[in-house]
């Protein structure tokens, strides 16, 4: 049988209703499985409140994004490795695959320097996990661009065994969503599905309403031989109702059910040289 690749609602998807209503909506709308973002919402992080709300549901947590965001930089600890072990454990609790990580800070000195020995040390411990490092974008700021992340915003140029490819993130760092995919070849495990217009922004865009090649990326995971998840992470927070809400996120689901589609088919990847 045809590997069948699994659609993931982000819980920042429904930002700013809590977690659980994450799981609430994955069901309404039929995503296969959550990714929790773990925030400052005390449900993100307890793996007690987090079986019960899959078991509920009827909804799995397949992925958990350890908190690496700015606002997220105390929950739990103010140490990074304490804060990506816990992500680790409640992966291993949930019984997800996947943890998604962010490079390091250029002000998390000892985290940066230790990164890639301390991530392989989790990896150890947790054998069964894909570790699954992030790209990102360069900031403006003060019509500079600044990057915040050592070694850089790209994680393909440190080299890792395992990545998250965002969509929305190749569009705020200009780069062709394609290409990213070449670079991270065999160790792209996960994706973020979103979109972005390239104004150097993170726009979390619903896929098809910006211009990066979303669709041609979904269909190009066969030929890659992807045997991982799709999460949508899309912005809903400024929309109006939760009925609104509800739309975009199933339009973002058709869209990813789509063009998976021909994942059951051979299809050649498509790259960009």
Known sequence: MAFRVPVLLSSSSVFPEPTAAAFEMAATVGYDGVEVMVWTDAVSQDAGALQGLAAHYGVPVLSVHAPCLLVTQRVWS???????????????ALGA?????????????????????????VQT???????????????????????????????????????????????????????????????????????????GRDEHLVPGRGNQ?????????????????????????????????EADLRE????????LAPAASATPAVTRG
């Not at 962010?102 to 890639?116: E, I, K, L, S």
């Not at 041609?216 to 609104?244: C, M």
């Not at 973002?252 to 063009?259: C, E, G, N, V």
């Open 78 to 92: 103010p140490d990074p490795w304490e804060r990506l072990n816990r992500a680790a454990g409640l992966a291993e």
């Open 97 to 121: 695959p996947t943890v998604v990580v962010h490079p390091p800070f250029t002000w998390q000195r000892d985290y940066a320097r230790n990164f890639a020995a301390g991530l392989a040390k």
């Open 125 to 199: 411990r947790h054998p069964d996990t894909s570790f699954a490092i992030e790209n990102m974008y360069p900031v403006r700021m003060a019509g500079r661009n600044f990057v915040p992340y050592v070694p850089g915003w790209d994680p393909t140029e440190a080299g890792y065994d395992a990545y998250t490819l965002d969509l929305s993130h190749a569009a705020a760092s200009r780069t062709d969503s394609l290409v990213m995919a070449d670079r991270m070849g065999s160790g792209l495990k996960h994706v973020h599905l979103g979109d972005g217009t390239g104004e």
């Open 213 to 245: 090649p979303c669709a041609e990326l979904l269909r190009s995971l066969a030929g890659r031989g992807f045997r991982g998840s799709v999460a949508l992470e899309v912005s809903t927070r400024k929309v109006t109702s939760r009925a609104v809400r």
């Open 252 to 259: 973002s689901l058709a869209f990813a059910r789509h063009h």
